[in-house]
């Protein structure tokens, strides 16, 4: 029998979030939607776009979407700021030959941030793996695109790397995230992702990094000093542009990787330096690295030693008191380093071991590398704790 829209498309429901047909109703807010500045960045939707180009996504789009079968597409409903139920959303699957299928979605700028997006999609998965001709579902995003990956990141699609130029947007190809989740995968999450606590002092905050550190961040890291003692890493040779620069360190949070922070000016939020702490999830789970730097403008000034008490207080807090619930924690630098040895040992590190011509430093030298290390007093503790 032939399929008739919107008459045969399935109706899904969690009871709070609906899956339906698209319907002329739907135009005022598919209008809003594309004409955000967030969708028009992340999607591919025409611009300029106007009223024609809602009906025709509604009327044309998205029915022929449903009769050739190669976009099962749903309009999102859900309830706005005013508490009432509407047009929230778009979200499909588009099947490909071998049994793959892939996921696309956006969302109303009314409705972001309240888990909406996440049910959708936990909604047209169940109803997609039920189809005979879905087995695999793909995801793709721009690089960049972090509320799409945390959507599939908590549906349980793994992460499988990053193509270049993988996806075109209005006569351009960008870089793409990609995932991918089978049928009898579980829907949990398949890594960790990590969110840095933010930590204050009187004059300091750590915090996640944000888009607005990036030339600050870059100021940083191609300051003389900065590249001499930061090892011959070929990514500060290539050094991305200001407004794409910490998508790298936010990528090793995103996969559950490391725990990158700005160290920050507590009375402006202005980025002074970063800290992380790295190498976790190895034999030895419950110790990390760290590794710093510090903004030329504010060295002289004891932010590295007071940066790293405050690291250490977080990483030897117990995970139920919102820290890493870590028992040691390492760091290494030149023995030529003094600023970086100094704080370090303020901070009540402790020098344990020397490398002797370990450390590169500049274009092509080495220096001995002096390692620090510091142990949570009070693991014993955390090691038995309920």
């Known amino acids: 029998m032939a399929f008739s829209f919107p008459d045969d498309v399935p109706t899904l429901t969690d009871g709070e979030i609906t899956l339906r047909a698209h319907a002329l109703s739907d135009v005022d807010e598919v209008l809003a939607q594309c004409t955000d500045p967030e969708s028009i960045r992340w999607t591919t939707v025409p611009v300029p776009y106007g009223r024609e180009e809602a009906v025709g996504f509604v009327t044309e789009i998205v029915p022929s979407g449903w009769l050739t079968r190669k976009d099962l597409g749903f309009a999102i409903e859900a309830p706005h700021a005013d508490g009432v139920r509407r047009f929230s959303g778009s979200i499909s699957l588009r099947p490909m030959e071998g049994g793959l299928a892939e996921i696309a979605f956006g969302l109303h700028p009314g409705v972001r941030g309240h888990g909406v997006c996440s049910r959708a999609v936990k909604l047209i998965l169940d109803w997609g793996f039920r189809q005979p001709e879905i087995e695999l579902v793909v995801w793709y995003a721009y690089v960049g695109n972090w509320a799409s990956w945390r959507v599939a990141w908590a549906n349980g699609f793994s992460y499988d790397g990053k193509v270049?130029?993988?996806?075109?947007?209005?006569g351009e190809r960008h870089d793409a995230w990609c995932g991918s989740l089978r049928g009898d995968d579980t829907r949990e999450h398949k890594y960790e992702w990590h969110v840095p606590p933010t930590v204050e002092t009187d004059r300091l905050r750590l915090r996640p990094h944000t888009d607005a550190d990036g030339a600050r961040f870059v100021e940083m890291m191609t300051d003389p000093r900065s590249r001499h003692?930061?090892?011959?890493?070929?990514?500060?040779?290539?050094?991305p542009p200001a407004d794409r620069v910490l998508i790298r360190p936010r990528e090793y949070d995103a996969r559950g990787e490391r725990y990158n922070w700005t160290i920050a000016d507590r009375g402006t939020?202005?980025?002074?330096?970063?800290?992380?702490?790295?190498?976790?999830?190895g034999l030895d789970d419950t110790a990390g690295m760290i590794g710093y730097a510090v903004h030329p403008e504010a060295r002289g000034r004891g932010v590295l030693t007071e940066a790293l008490r405050m690291l250490a207080d977080c990483a030897f807090t117990d995970k139920k008191k919102g820290g890493l619930g870590l028992r040691r924690l390492s760091l290494s630098t030149a023995a030529s380093n003094k600023a970086s040895r100094h704080g370090a040992e303020k901070a009540g590190f402790t020098h344990v071991a020397s490398h002797p011509e370990s450390f590169p430093t500049g274009e092509s030298g080495f220096e001995d590398e002096t390692i620090y290390a510091l142990v949570n007093p009070n693991w014993s503790e955390l090691s038995t704790a309920g």
């Open 269 to 281: 939020d202005e980025l002074i330096g970063q800290i992380q702490i790295f190498n976790l999830g």
């Open 229 to 239: 003692f930061a090892g011959r890493n070929s990514w500060l040779n290539d050094m």
């Open 164 to 170: 270049s130029k993988f996806l075109a947007q209005r």
